[in-house]
């Protein structure tokens, strides 16, 4: 018999291609981690200690739907790589960081970059403008066995059509195998936490009525009507 004073909440999960469901533990975002995106955000391209934000597990959201968010008239799209981690720990090697990694899904940091905007100036956190309900549209995810690791390739962006953001997955500042092992050192890393890994440039509004047409080379693509 449960212990629980309320009903428990339902564990927010990823689609597995070819059946099954990944469940989340922790969403963890990593900020500019391409040089051409730094530029664009005001920020100094070379590299440096890479920074960390999180979304709740339960942004995620795999419905294929974005509900345009309340209290803002800037909400943007920010392309991303999700890894997935079946295993984790603290301080772990980059040598033996891959290890951890269960698979990988295309996925959109939608953020309302107003609020996000008001928050820097004020120095504060930026949940507000990052961490809203169904922030993290994402797509079907795919085991590591089936897609190796992904370290290079096209990732790309069109918006009604339109190629709005377009890069390669070599142009990440920090790689896969850095963001777990630096992570590993500041938190506890565990199975069912996934890493969002950083935009391309061209991050740009999207309005109601707008398709959202995401890709990543190996993985099924991902589609979101803004509504």
């Given at each position: 018999m449960t212990k629980h004073v309320i009903p428990t909440p339902a564990i927010p999960t990823i689609p597995v291609a070819g059946g099954g469901e990944?469940?989340?533990?922790?969403?963890?975002?990593?900020?500019?981690?391409?040089?051409?995106?730094?530029?664009?955000?005001?920020?100094?391209?070379?590299?440096?200690a890479p920074f960390f934000f999180q979304?709740?597990?339960?942004?995620?959201?795999a419905t294929g739907e974005f509900p345009y968010p309340p209290h803002s008239s800037d909400v943007h799209h920010e392309l991303e790589l999700l890894v997935a981690l079946k295993s984790g720990g603290n301080n772990i090697p980059i040598s033996e960081a891959?290890?951890?990694?269960?698979?990988?899904?295309?996925?959109?940091?939608?953020?309302?970059?107003?609020?996000?905007?008001?928050?820097?100036?004020?120095?504060?956190?930026?949940?507000?403008?990052?961490?809203?309900?169904?922030?993290?549209?994402?797509?079907?995810?795919?085991?590591?066995?089936?897609?190796?690791?992904?370290?290079?390739?096209?990732?790309?962006?069109?918006?009604?059509?339109?190629?709005?953001?377009?890069?390669?997955?070599?142009?990440?500042?920090?790689?896969?195998?850095?963001?777990?092992?630096?992570?590993?050192e500041y938190f506890e890393l565990a199975a069912g936490d996934v890493i969002m890994s950083g935009t391309p440039s061209g991050v740009g509004a999207v309005v109601r009525g707008d398709v959202m047409e995401a890709s990543v080379v190996g993985l099924s693509s991902?589609?979101?009507?803004?509504?």
């Open positions: 990944f469940p989340v533990r922790r969403v963890y975002c990593i900020g500019r981690n391409y040089a051409a995106h730094t530029i664009e955000m005001g920020g100094d391209p070379n590299r440096e979304k709740n597990p339960n942004n995620i959201d891959m290890s951890h990694v269960w698979g990988y899904a295309v996925s959109l940091d939608m953020t309302r970059r107003d609020l996000q905007g008001e928050q820097k100036k004020l120095g504060r956190p930026w949940e507000i403008g990052k961490a809203f309900e169904r922030s993290g549209p994402v797509g079907l995810l795919h085991p590591v066995s089936e897609t190796g690791f992904l370290d290079k390739g096209r990732i790309e962006l069109k918006v009604n059509g339109k190629v709005t953001q377009e890069g390669d997955l070599d142009q990440m500042i920090w790689k896969v195998a850095e963001m777990i092992s630096y992570l590993s991902l589609t979101v009507r803004v509504t």
